[in-house]
DNA sequence: CTTGATAATGATTTTCAGTTTCATTATAAT
DNA sequence: ATTATAATGAAACTGAAAATCATTATCAAG
């Protein structure tokens, strides 16, 4: 039973993962055999309109302001399908709950990787080096495709420590 | 209390983290106020012992085996031991729950990282690159640590895909 | 070898992020 | 309007991980 849903997700995905369908990132669901809805497009509001990395509880309790209707199992389904569809990035940040980000800020930051304090959690993004790494990391990546025939998606590159507020006390 | 207990263990552990004190990776807890018993004694070598990426409960399994009275609570502790001083990685990839590896494997692969297929949940470890990348990881490192202030202790690449096996079919 | 202080253990209970279930509702095509 | 199907949400469930707490192991002193 588990199996069956997993491929007729994946069949569905193919539209638009293999290049060939349209990046919905304001509106763009119809086409590719899914429904833009307003709990949809509510989550997909909070979630452009944050520079925070919200989890699951965050984006229901921002959601649930505007729109009290809306349920917490949505908000779980819709950003599975998010994270399924490559719209949105999904990360674990040591605390006990996975952490959720728009993988292309239409007006804002895009690709970009993480400093995580082990200390307070905190999160910083950061992005001024990752032209230098960009060619090595493109690099590495045919290097792998090819030695390992693995077709890489995508990367998380995230470096732990302490922060600047830890540091100084 | 969380907070006491959190403190409590910082302390501890500082007289190894902060670079004077021994690892202890077969035997060498004596010293830093730990205690190397039976049960954490079999944990190490289930970890030491084995190539793959095994949850606790794997471990527990392993350990089970040889020692029948060690319980899950205490792989569940002494992994977090482990962890927090530095000598066993813990891993996220996707499924459920999170991967043990030994930081520093005594007699086989070092330091490396990982290919994770999102179709199997395969993992491959790949060190060939890692010389290449270490220049720019530590030049990256070196840059991040004056900007942001961040004393980095490590990092974690992960490449997502999906795997010859899941590829050909 | 005792003894006493404390660190470690493990059975059990509890937590809580995430998933399933299922009856109801929204959506879009005809 | 009719129909088929996708999406929703309240509620129940799952399971990895953490907390409790009485018991046991370890070690240093005497
Ligand atoms: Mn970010
Ligand atoms: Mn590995
Ligand atoms: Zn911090
Ligand atoms: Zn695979």
Redesign the interface.
């Known amino acids: 039973m588990k199996l069956k849903i997993i491929i007729k997700k994946e069949e569905s995905f193919m539209p638009w993962r293999d290049g060939t369908g349209p990046p919905w990132l304001e509106g763009k669901f119809k086409g590719c055999g899914f429904r833009l809805t307003v709990p949809r497009q509510a989550i997909l509001d909070v979630l452009a309109g944050t520079a925070e990395h919200l989890s699951a509880e965050d984006i229901y309790l921002k959601v649930h302001k505007v729109h009290p209707a809306i349920g917490l199992t949505t908000v779980y389904r819709t950003l599975e399908l998010l994270v399924q569809s490559g719209m949105v990035f999904k990360f674990?940040f040591?605390d006990g709950r996975a952490r959720y980000e728009l993988s292309e800020n239409p007006k804002g930051i895009g690709h970009h990787h993480h400093?995580v304090?082990?200390r307070c959690r905190r999160i910083?993004d950061?992005q001024?080096?990752i032209d230098?790494?960009k060619d090595?990391l493109q690099?590495?990546?045919r290097?792998?495709s090819k030695?390992?025939?693995?077709?890489?998606?995508?990367?998380?590159?995230?470096?732990?420590?302490?922060?600047?507020e830890c540091?100084g006390c």
């Open positions: 674990d040591g400093l304090c082990t910083i950061y001024d080096f230098e790494e090595l690099k590495t990546e290097g792998l030695k390992y025939d693995f077709h890489i998606t995508h990367h998380v590159i995230q470096f732990y420590g302490v922060c600047r540091l």
